[in-house]
C-alpha cells in the first residue's frame, strides 16, 4: 500500500437468523403477488375503458396486449415464488435468465397476437392493454402498497 491510502473494507455477507428469514422471504412473497394483482387490476381497466370507448374489438385487443405481458410475468413470479418456498438459494444468474426468457416470451406472444387477430385487432387498445400491465406497480403507488 502506498502512504496515504487506505486499507479497503472487508464487506462480510448478512447473516439471518431462521426467523430474519422466514420474515424477508414473507414480505417477498406478498409483494410479488401484490404486483400481480395491480397488473391483473391494470388490465381490467384497460379492458373496460377500451370496451366502453371503442367497442369489443377493442376490447378484446387490450386484453390480449395486457395478457401477451402479464402471463410471462405471472409464470416468471410462479418461478420465484416456487424457489423461495423450496428454499434454493437465490442466484443473479438465474433471475437474469429467466427475465431474458419472460421478455422473449412476451415478444412472442405479441407476435402471435398479430398475426392472429390481424383482420379485427385495434392497435391504440392493444398497446393500452400491454402499458398498462407494464405499469401496474403506478396502482401500488397510489395505495403505498409499493414493496
Known amino acids: 500500500m502506498k502512504p496515504g491510502e ?5 464487506l462480510e455477507p448478512i447473516k ?3 426467523a430474519e428469514r422466514k420474515r424477508v422471504q414473507a414480505s417477498a412473497i406478498k409483494g410479488l403477488v401484490r404486483a400481480l394483482v395491480a397488473q391483473a387490476a391494470m388490465a381490467l381497466i384497460a379492458v373496460a375503458v377500451s370496451w366502453l370507448i371503442a367497442g369489443v374489438e377493442a376490447g378484446a ?3 390480449l396486449g395486457a395478457l401477451s405481458c402479464f402471463i410471462p410475468n405471472a409464470l416468471f413470479a410462479a418461478r420465484l415464488l416456487l424457489g423461495m418456498v423450496a428454499g434454493q438459494a437465490a442466484s443473479p444468474g438465474r433471475f437474469l435468465v ?3 426468457v419472460k421478455l422473449l416470451a412476451s415478444i412472442a406472444l405479441l407476435v402471435l397476437v398479430v398475426y392472429v387477430a390481424q383482420a379485427w385487432l385495434v392497435w ?6 400491454l402499458l398498462m400491465v407494464l405499469k401496474g406497480y403506478v396502482l401500488l403507488l397510489m395505495f403505498g402498497r409499493l414493496p
Open 61 to 63: 385487443s387490450a386484453l
Open 16 to 18: 439471518l437468523t431462521d
Open 6 to 10: 487506505t486499507e479497503p473494507t472487508r
Open 98 to 100: 429467466g427475465e431474458l
Open 124 to 129: 391504440p387498445a392493444l398497446l393500452f392493454g
